[in-house]
């Protein structure tokens, strides 16, 4: 508690905002809402939606600096515990049951696989840092393949929470760093100073923070999506309007243009961004700036020319609902395909649209409301903090009791000893002379457990070498099947995930032939001599820069190593390249390729690469055979769009050796017209990108056709 008199300066008094509804401030929430629902429901059609989230960022820091220092004005003092008990009345009964509600959607209609995720970002929503567990798990390259969790939504939650705690401090260290705790009431310049230091301080950490937003999008896009501390300058901006905004006296014509500047800036931020805008950044100023201008227009609290829309009762009760939406809608939008078994369709859209409003109409009436008016915790800060410290336990063990049920179902699903697949089974049923009647029309499974890992590593590898290892990031691992026979065949793995999805047929066949395999991949990266920008977008330039000294390093190693025969693979289609000639990345990508691969074959090093099986999420929902399980057909998709050039292909067709061959099993996964998503009754792929390990394993006889061949030729020549 900081005090700042008896009676609050005239000055201070004069920024206090005055308790008046304001409609337009509404109608922004209701703004905000509807780009981001739309955008996860059509991210086709409204792609820059998500911008829907800063413009509750701008508002949250209005009002809440605006009610602090009203509280500072009316008595002289703020109560911190008081202001965090009314948020924890205001937010988190909704909040718990949303995470509740998902808890029991996830084990009712979500495969158990994906419960392992999704219970952990629960515990981390109910704890309030579902933004830094994603922030984490954004530069896990496996992490990236895995389907989105039900409860994803809750890190801009996470921030707001975060900003709640960490601003009353802020500016009540700044009324006391200029009021030295108290203010006469009688000290016109004492009130001025404490004035001019909220605005310092509120200014400052706002310039900072943008500072680092636009640093650390550039150097960790990722990361910095969902940081706290690269988002602060956007409540900041709210704050500064709240202090200064009763000041700044507009026309009212000026108002009217201001506002309608600031609702076309965030309709050309929601309709002209995408997935590759650099976000927050530089690009968040539009949305950001926009809903300030807005906001400081409506301070005069007249009706301007956007109210006959904006004062609309749809408008303000879609606004009015907009907390309990937010909660409700990602959920559902996540469980729908799976709860209909089928597809999303623009009508199951339009039902998942409608069940949310009608839930979140229910939430605000019976929770929400229901909750700020229940006597027994509102007259008392310590009882609602304690209801939401048992709030949070009870979630935390039904997320225990989740993660137990887990792991009893997943502890028999370890992968078995031998794959052997009849005729008709797998991708045997694409051979040329197979006629199996039902090829493409059932599968056996759909459910991606842990038998059907592609990163499966089995006993005989070992613990990570270190070598080409870069402070936690760890590339490599050996795996010695040849039960200390002496003189065995050294065989070398290398690439990105995409080697590493066929490292269950490579184990297999070097168990029966008792060799050594030593693996290093380094996830998203491809083992060429490029300059590598990044995959399937701009990598922050430290974490290219790694990719490719682990590269150079890589060649290095194998060259001084002298293996008996080198595999690789990756996912060079999504790989970008750019050395500043002009030249495609295709192309770069290709001579790159040819360029290291030369290096270990002039060596006497044979070198065979793998080319990347069709793409699947590229074309299709990862989940479509999930949810075509009567009809797998349903996710066949032509061969031209799933499986386009391939430089690996084009850099083994222009290498100028007999050591470096290229395997292509696109016939194995396509016939001449489509490429599937189950064959043989089997499913292809594990997740997004990755081979499912079965399917994999089930292609060991091309791969050992391949490899004796080019053994053969290599020790012929």
């Known amino acids: 508690m900081v005090t700042v008199g008896e009676r609050a300066p005239e000055r201070l008094v004069e920024r206090a905002q005055a308790k008046v509804f304001r409609t337009d401030i509404q109608a922004l929430r209701a703004l905000a809402i509807g780009l981001v629902v739309l955008n996860h429901l059509w991210p086709v059609r409204l792609t820059g939606g998500y911008v829907g989230v800063d413009v509750f960022f701008v508002i949250s820091g209005f009002l809440i ?5 009203g509280e500072m004005t009316r008595t002289g003092r703020v109560r911190l515990g008081a202001f ?9 009964p909704a909040a718990f049951l949303v995470l509740t509600a998902s808890l029991l959607l996830l084990v009712v209609f979500i495969p158990y696989p994906r419960w392992d995720r999704n219970a952990w970002e629960i515990a981390a929503s ?25 409860v994803q939504h809750y890190w801009s939650l996470s921030v707001e929470e975060q900003f709640y705690i960490v601003w009353p ?5 700044a009324v006391a760093l200029a009021g030295h705790r108290t203010v006469d009431s009688g000290s016109p310049d004492r009130g001025a100073r404490v004035t001019t230091a909220l605005v310092i301080v509120v200014v400052g950490i706002g310039l900072l923070s943008f500072a680092a937003s636009v640093l650390y999008t550039i150097a960790a896009p990722s990361q910095a999506y969902f940081a706290t501390f690269t988002r602060g300058w956007e409540f900041a901006v709210g704050g500064v309007i709240a202090l200064l905004g009763s000041r700044i006296r507009l026309s009212r014509l000026g108002a009217n243009l201001f506002s309608l500047a600031g609702f076309a800036s965030i309709a050309y931020s929601a309709l002209s961004y995408d997935h590759a805008t650099s976000f927050p950044g530089y690009a968040a100023v539009f949305p950001v700036l926009g809903t300030a201008a807005v906001i400081l227009a409506g301070t005069s609290h007249e009706a301007l020319w956007h109210s006959r829309a904006t004062a609309l009762r749809p408008v303000q009760w879609v606004g009015g609902i907009s907390y309990s939406l937010y909660l409700w809608h990602w959920p559902l939008i996540v469980t729908a395909p799976f709860a209909l078994g089928s597809e999303a369709s623009t009508l199951s859209k339009i039902g998942v649209l409608v069940l949310a409003l009608v839930l979140a109409e229910l939430t605000k009436r019976f929770v929400e409301d229901t909750g700020q008016r229940w006597t027994f915790w509102r ?65 056996d499974y759909t459910v991606m457990t842990q038998k059907n890992e592609y990163f ?19 590339t490599t691992i050996e795996c010695d099947f040849s039960e200390g026979r002496p003189g ?16 269950g047929a490579l184990f297999d066949l070097a168990r029966d032939r008792g060799w050594v395999v030593t693996t290093s991949y380094f996830g998203g990266c491809p083992a060429a001599d490029i300059t590598f920008r990044g995959f399937r977008g701009e990598w922050a330039p430290s974490d290219a820069e790694l990719c490719m000294r682990w590269s150079r390093e890589l060649a290095d190693r194998v060259a001084e190593e002298r293996p008996d025969l080198v595999l690789t693979a990756m996912a060079s289609r999504l790989q970008f390249a750019d050395d500043g000639s002009g030249t495609s990345s295709f192309d770069q990508m290709t001579r790159g390729l040819v360029n290291y691969w030369t290096r270990w074959a002039d060596r006497g090093i044979p070198v065979l690469a793998l080319a990347d099986p069709p793409f699947n999420s590229e074309v299709r929902s990862p989940d479509c055979v999930l949810l075509n399980v009567d009809d797998p057909r349903e996710c066949a998709r032509p061969r031209a769009e799933a499986q386009p050039a391939d430089p690996v292909i084009a850099a083994a067709g222009a290498a100028q050796t007999e050591r470096i061959k290229a395997l292509d099993l696109t016939d194995r996964f396509c016939d001449a017209e489509l490429c599937y998503a189950a064959v043989g009754g089997v499913p ?34």
Request: net charge negative; hydrophobic share 45%; glycine share 6%.
């Open 379 to 443: 007259a008392s800060t310590r009882r609602a903090m304690l209801l939401m410290i048992t709030g949070m336990i009870v979630i935390g063990a039904m997320v225990a009791g989740v993660l137990v049920w887990h792991g009893a179902r997943t502890e028999a699903d370890r992968p078995p000893a031998q794959v052997i697949a009849s005729p008709c089974e797998g991708p045997a049923a694409l051979m040329p002379h197979a006629s199996c009647k039902d090829a493409f029309d059932t599968v």
């Open 684 to 717: 292809v792929y594990y997740d997004a990108d990755h081979l499912n390990l079965e399917y994999a394993r089930m292609l060991r006889p091309e791969l050992e056709a391949a490899v004796d061949e080019l053994l053969k030729r290599s020790e012929s020549g």
């Open 169 to 173: 401090l802020l500016l009540l260290a």
């Open 65 to 69: 600096t605006g009610h602090l220092l």
């Open 456 to 474: 499966h590593a089995p006993a005989e590898c070992g613990d990570f070498l270190p070598i080409l290892s870069y402070g936690e990031k760890r």
């Open 84 to 92: 965090y008990a009314r948020r924890v009345r205001r937010l988190l």
């Open 488 to 503: 065995a065949r050294r065989i070398w793995l290398v690439g990105d995930s995409h080697a590493q999805q066929w490292q």
């Open 126 to 150: 109910a704890g309030y840092v579902e933004n830094w567990l994603l922030a984490a798990m954004s530069v896990d390259y496996s992490a990236l393949n895995d389907a989105a969790s039900l």
